[in-house]
């Protein structure tokens, strides 16, 4: 059974830097890309940043410059370091990964929990 545990979070001033983490576990084969997404509340979900394998990352033009995602191929992880956050960056955040299970020849999509990221004085 594969697995992504979040971390990270919280309530933050504008200005501020939070960062997200997110590991993923048990019977793993592969990872493919692992992505974040957001949703607002009243508002679409939002992909926010992927990075492949072998490492292209893309941004929402919102975010770019400012957060940066990165990923540990050996522990399975990826983080989204976020800076100079702003109010309309308060969401819900849900990690992503595209992993190959152990055993299995066939892709699937896996989630997160999600964590909340609120940003307000």
């Known amino acids: 059974q594969v697995q992504l545990v979040q971390s990270g979070g919280g309530l933050v001033q504008p200005g501020g830097s939070l960062r997200l983490s997110c590991a993923a576990s048990g019977s793993i084969f592969s990872i493919y890309a692992m992505a974040w997404f957001r949703q607002a509340p009243g508002k679409q979900q939002e992909l926010v940043a992927v990075i492949t394998s072998g490492g292209p990352t893309n941004y929402t033009d919102s975010v770019k410059g400012r957060f940066t995602i990165s990923r540990d191929n050996a522990k399975n992880t990826v983080d989204l370091q976020m800076n100079s956050l702003r109010p309309e960056d308060t969401a819900l955040y849900y990690c992503?990964?595209?992993?190959?299970?152990?055993?299995?020849?066939?892709?699937?999509?896996?989630w997160g929990q999600g964590t909340q990221v609120t940003v307000s004085s």
């Open positions: 992503n990964a595209v992993i190959t299970p152990g055993g299995s020849t066939l892709r699937r999509e896996y």
